[in-house]
């Protein structure tokens, strides 16, 4: 088969690693077949790709639409490729360029939010991207040939807020990268925390500009929590950038709170980074209000580091028995857990046991085979 796949946003946020990750596992997995990764003008490639069977194919163009619409189709159909993989939501449909199979992967619903439950203070662009999602995730399911999603939430999510039929969907969960691991080596932390500037023991919560994270709920609850624990932590929030922060009010209610000495913004963070702030951290809390997987929480488990998270949508089913939950609408609760966390080292050593056994159940190796029985059998349909 000749296999293309959409990784222009590769290696950005959990998507983007959910790319990164299936595309070298299945070039390490598979020889038989040959790959086209198809990059837009902007895309970073963090690690060299090699594999011979391997092409890659960087089309010129940075806008987002043309790229998928009109350069990604024609490139595909240049190319021959078989089976065409859609890994961030959608697919080209709006014109008959390419002929070839069509997956989708559809990681979750959050489209169907008016953005005004989104962000906060949306751009016009922003904005010109929530239409676009409105119209295409649903239509991007329908034509497709197969669907893989990650989580069996977003499963039933898809089937009833996308028209997608049942049949049609696959749940391949995602999984973690070996470089998410324990280490034990003081030197390395201590360098990484005077790079960031923490000066203190620290928790860590990864952000976003979309409201669902949580991260203004989170703030508030982190002052209470450091008044109780009479101002000994610091709170270190990972990827989000300073154009994203301009959408919401996370500065706003630092500043209102006098945080400033306590919060640690370190915008976006290169993986070697991210392992050893998740090595150095106290425990991880993610209260997010609607996740489709949640693979932050998995690599905190990588990390032995335990972790609070949602009681709610995908997490419980990604994290199971292995995290302390919480009701992501409730600052007490929120509250409770932290102190709770806090103050035994037990619980966080039992926690961070469970998290290593749970991560064992996912692998990037087996959603890289799972994938590619799915592009087998879109193309076997049609043979």
Known sequence: MRIGIDARIMYRRGVGRYIANLVHHLLAEDRENHYFIYLDRNTVLADFITAKNCVLRRL???NAFLYEQFHLPLAAAKDKID??????????????LFRGKKVVTIHDTMFIRPISKA???????QRLVDIYNKISIPLSGKTADKVITVSDYSKNDIIKYAGVKGEKISVIKEGVDKKYRVINDKAKGDRVKAKYKITKPYIMISAAADLRKNTERALQVFNIFNNITDYKYQLVITSIGKKELLTTNIEKIIKEKSLEKYVIITEYVGDDDMVLLYNNALF?????????????VLEAFSCGLPVITS???SLKEVAGNAAMFIDPFSEEDMVRAMTELEKSEAKRKALAELGFERVKSFSWKETAQETLKIYKAAVDNER
């Open 119 to 125: 962000i906060l203070k949306p751009t016009v662009k």
């Open 83 to 96: 089976v065409l993989h859609g890994t961030d939501n959608t697919i080209p449909y709006m014109m008959p």
């Open 60 to 62: 010129n163009t940075s």
């Open 284 to 296: 991880f809390f993610f209260p997010s209000m609607w996740e489709g997987f949640g693979l932050q």
């Open 311 to 313: 009681d709610n949508t």
